[in-house]
T-cell receptor, first 112, second 112 residues
């Protein structure tokens, strides 16, 4: 089975712009979660989608949003980018609630 | 709230040395416990997991035992290799719930 794929792998944006990241889960997995990894804050949970519905949400501002499509692929969007949004964004998929999560390679976002 | 505490790194060992990375957790109920590993420039890979007290997770020579009485899940390996150099993350998730709570990570360097 193919693993979790994320596109793009690297991205450079400027402050104020918006960005959309994409994640394709492992075939058969219906849960997709997003995490932000920074040197200062470590790994922090952003949100989780299951069957196109947001099931859990972390403590991030409303500039961070996401969605899931009927084929379980997910996108996350960050609007009005700030310098502090520079991070590695990791997507993880699982079969269902509380099931083991498998991570993709991440999208590294640099905001200038 | 739920939290995970890992020993501070970096940890530097010689090849074939014994490895222990301490991990303790705070959580209500009976969380599932995980160790993930992150190699340079990559996402997280699941190393091992345990879902109930006294369970032992093992993979690639690494082991960890879920100790409810000491709320610990220490990672051990009898003989490390240079290829084990990476950052190791301890994590938990509440039963039936997806979001992972991570420790800050421990960087391991193994020298030949």
């Amino acid at each position: 089975k193919a693993g979790v794929t994320q596109t793009p792998r690297y991205l450079i944006k400027t402050r104020g712009q918006q960005v959309t990241l994409s994640c394709s889960p492992i075939s058969g997995h219906r849960s997709v979660s997003w995490y932000q990894q920074t040197p200062g804050q470590g790994l922090q949970f952003l949100f989780e989608y299951f069957s196109e519905t947001q099931r859990n949400k972390g403590n991030f501002p409303g500039r961070f949003s996401g969605r899931q499509f009927s084929n379980s692929r997910s996108e996350m969007n960050v609007s009005t980018l700030e310098l502090g949004d520079s991070a590695l964004y990791l997507c993880a998929s699982g079969q269902g609630a509380g099931e083991t999560q498998y991570f993709g390679p991440g999208t590294r976002l640099l905001v200038l | 709230g739920n939290s995970v505490t890992q020993m501070e790194g970096p940890v530097t060992l010689s090849e074939e040395a014994f490895l222990t990375i301490n991990c303790t957790y705070t959580a209500t109920g009976y969380p599932s416990l995980f160790w993930y590993v992150q190699y340079p420039g990559e996402g997280l890979q699941l190393l091992l997991k345990a879902t109930k007290a006294d369970d032992k997770g093992s993979n690639k020579g690494f082991e960890a035992t879920y100790r409810k009485e000491t709320t610990s899940f220490h990672l051990e390996k009898g003989s490390v290799q240079v290829s084990d150099s990476a950052v190791y993350f301890c994590a938990l998730s509440k039963a039936g719930n997806t979001p992972l709570v991570f420790g800050k990570g421990t960087r391991l360097s193994v020298i030949a």
